[in-house]
């Protein structure tokens, strides 16, 4: 990911659009797409004048997101928790905006709620676990929906 252009901040990435444009370089500002995960014809349009920029922040942060997302082979909780900063992406511009900073990562992210899984952790009911059959003294800690949002919104919209 982001080999030859580097990753890049949203405002960068329209930035450098924009001069691709303008210099008049297709394969430049497809490449651009690509690496960011835009499709060959969201550059192609732009190229066209068939819209005013390369994509919109949620376009670029969903991108962003399914492209970490993809390297990273989530599935499970993780990819719950991916849809789940999708979801608060489409509803709020300024969240999506952030998800394209250059110090973020779905991966940044991932490691919070991993940790807060293991502060919130408490014992399972031994009932529980004998009906699981397992040993009677497990932990478990699996962040609420609130915590979720919480903890994506504090972790991309801080330096």
Not at 1 to 27: H, P, Q, V, W
Not at 57 to 85: Q, T
């Amino acid at each position: 990911m982001f080999d030859k252009f580097g990753k890049m901040s949203y405002d960068e990435l329209i930035r450098t659009a924009k001069a691709e444009k303008e210099e008049g370089d297709e394969e430049a500002l497809i490449a651009l797409a690509q690496e960011n995960g835009l499709d060959q014809e969201d550059a192609e349009d732009y190229m066209d004048d068939l819209t005013e920029v390369l994509c919109t922040p949620r376009e670029a942060a969903v991108a962003r997101i399914e492209m970490e997302a993809k390297d990273l082979e989530v599935s499970g909780i993780w990819e719950e928790w991916k849809g789940f900063v999708l979801e608060m992406c489409m509803q709020e511009e300024d969240l999506a905006c952030a998800v394209c900073r250059k110090n973020k990562s779905l991966v940044g992210l991932f490691g919070k709620l991993l940790k807060l899984g293991f502060e919130i952790k408490q014992q399972v009911n031994s009932e529980i676990c004998k009906e699981a059959g397992l040993r009677e003294d497990i932990w478990l800690g699996i962040p609420t929906r609130q915590q979720v949002a919480e903890t994506i919104s504090n972790y991309y919209n801080k330096d």
